[in-house]
């Protein structure tokens, strides 16, 4: 059955095709004329000083589409373009590497070129120059670092600075403001230089004012620390290597002080570090977490980024301020990690008004932290706690146990001195106080003054201010108030701080034979470890 109808689709097919073999028909009609083409133009033309890509002027040939059919390519029909002589614009970059000093603003030839740039913080490249100030070579730019600071900015760099055509050039603001060694590390490399194919290239500065002369290894994880990158003589303060190549792989990068035995004063465990990649790596003093001495900054071109060393841990500061008829502490960890549950002792018998900085903490890790009463188990509040590399958090136990409104305040902490001023935060941790007024005022002034208002207002319990920088040697007064009264409830007066200085305000329920809320200062340079019986 299957065969016949095989062959009866097969006649089938065979008949169609016979009866499509017939005369050929009569011939259409022809189809329209198409638009014809445009024309493909090209230009060459002088560039003029001043330009965008060649500062210096210089020679281009332009390529394109003659879509308006002028026979002229206009400049909205160049689509490629080809230099043939350009005085290349040199290019800038800026990193703020000096540990005491204030964020600065970055103004290049009287423009803006970076605003509120903190320590760490850098640039990618930028181009630079005006026509009027080319000269033969290059360009002379006027670099201008303007330091922020309370009672009205100021200039900390102001300098007219050559740059050659072609150059890519790197200012990195470092020394001390408090030793008065700030000063700028310039470092001038050609642009435009080809990397050769599957290594990266990198160059190594010291800008640590507090590091004494080093060795740099890049090697292999744990490769011997042998035939350092800096050479025979150690790497001092403001001195920089030349710009080396590498095959791309993982590294270790470690900084050493020399001696018999080199003393790592740094290391990076292994890292990636790719094919095509130009870096620049910036050993700036390390402010704030871990044993290293330095932190690395590395510049690609586009941003700056930090690379920790491999045990840089996070911290906490414990404040006990749930009132007085809460007893005395243990904060015990959870880590998330794990399947376990550990309960590791962190602080031991803190009492009310006490504080202490858990340092240092794994990260980065999520923990459980569990408030108990000195000597028990039992969990009176959970605090859920994400450690990050190089972050401090404060963390204020307050609240009430009796009404179940014990919690948690926490406070992320910027620890970084800075010498022209001081870093104050102000926070309403009494759980007994309504929502609060804060004036923060000239010595001798009064909130009941006429015309005076408060600094912050209708602040609830757990609000804070914010860090507030504020001029140091200057005497303040400072005033909390119920919302829309002038009466204080807490008086801090003759005021005085110090250069430098980080501080923690915290407003706390009286305790004894107090009969108002009080002020709790905290004073970061003063704080001490947390303390755990073996």
């Not at 097969?10 to 028909?25: E, I, M, P, R």
């Not at 002589?85 to 970059?93: D, F, G, K």
């Not at 001390?176 to 290594?199: C, L, R, Y």
């Not at 903490?361 to 990050?388: C, H, K, Q, R």
Request: hydrophobic share 45%; aromatic share 6%; proline share 7%.
């Amino acid at each position: 059955m299957k065969k016949q109808i095989y062959i009866s689709g097969a006649l089938s097919a065979a008949l169609f095709l016979a009866a499509c073999d017939g005369k050929d028909g009569a011939p259409g009609i022809a189809g329209l004329n198409g638009t014809d083409g445009f024309n493909s133009l090209i230009a060459v033309r002088d560039l003029p000083i001043g330009d965008a890509v060649c500062l210096g002027g210089g020679r281009a040939a332009f390529s394109g589409l003659d879509t308006n059919r002028n026979d002229i390519l206009d400049d909205n029909e160049i689509q490629a373009t080809e230099y043939l002589e350009c005085a290349v614009t040199p290019t800038l970059r800026a990193l703020h590497a000096s540990p005491d000093a204030p964020l600065v603003n970055i103004w290049i030839d009287e423009a803006p070129a970076l605003t509120d740039v903190d320590f760490n913080q850098g640039s990618g490249f930028v181009g630079v120059g005006l026509a009027e100030n080319v000269t033969e070579d290059g360009a002379d730019v006027r670099v201008r670092v303007e330091g922020i600071i309370p009672g009205g900015n100021a200039d900390v760099l102001d300098a007219t600075l050559p740059f050659d055509f072609g150059t890519e050039t790197t200012v990195i603001a470092s020394g001390s403001i408090e030793e008065q060694s700030f000063a700028p590390i310039i470092i001038t490399n050609e642009a435009g230089v080809e990397i050769a194919d599957g290594s990266f290239r990198a160059q190594v500065v010291h800008a640590s004012p507090s590091a004494p002369p080093v060795d740099v290894y890049v090697t292999t994880l744990d490769g011997d620390l042998v035939n350092p990158v800096n050479g025979d003589e150690p790497l001092a303060f403001g001195e920089f290597t030349g710009r080396l190549e590498v095959p791309a792989g993982p590294y270790q990068i470690r900084i050493a002080v020399p001696g018999d035995g080199p003393t790592v004063v740094y290391d990076s465990g292994e890292i990636p570090l790719p094919a095509g990649a130009d870096l620049m790596i910036v050993a700036t003093q390390n402010v704030f977490l871990g044993e290293s001495a330095v932190q690395l900054m590395v510049l690609d071109g586009t941003a700056a980024a930090p690379l920790y060393d491999k045990d840089t841990p996070a911290a906490a500061l414990a404040v006990h301020l749930s009132p007085p008829n809460t007893p005395a502490v243990d904060i015990l960890a959870d880590v998330g990690s794990t399947a376990e549950i550990e309960m590791i002792k962190l602080v031991e018998n803190l009492a009310y008004t006490e504080s202490c900085v858990i340092n240092p903490v794994g990260a980065p890790e999520d923990y459980t932290l569990s408030v108990v009463a000195t000597g028990d188990m039992n969990s009176v509040l959970d605090i859920p706690y994400a450690a990050a590399v190089n972050e401090g958090t404060a963390v204020i136990v307050s609240g009430k146990l009796d009404d179940a409104s014990l919690t948690a305040i926490p406070l992320a902490v910027d620890g970084r001195s800075v010498w022209t001023e001081t870093k104050l935060r102000i926070t309403h941790g009494s759980p007994s106080t309504p929502n609060v007024d804060i004036y923060l005022l000239a010595d001798g002034q009064l909130p009941s003054d006429p015309d005076t208002a408060p600094a912050f207002s209708n602040v609830p319990f757990g609000a804070d201010t914010g860090v507030l920088k504020i001029e140091p040697g200057v005497t303040y007064d400072a005033f909390v108030t119920a919302t829309g009264s002038t009466d204080a409830a807490i008086t801090i007066a003759d005021f005085t701080p110090a250069n430098g200085q980080v501080l923690e305000v915290i407003a706390r329920d009286a305790f004894g034979e107090e009969t108002l809320p009080q002020a709790l200062i905290i004073d970061y340079d003063g704080v001490e470890d947390c303390v755990v019986a073996d």
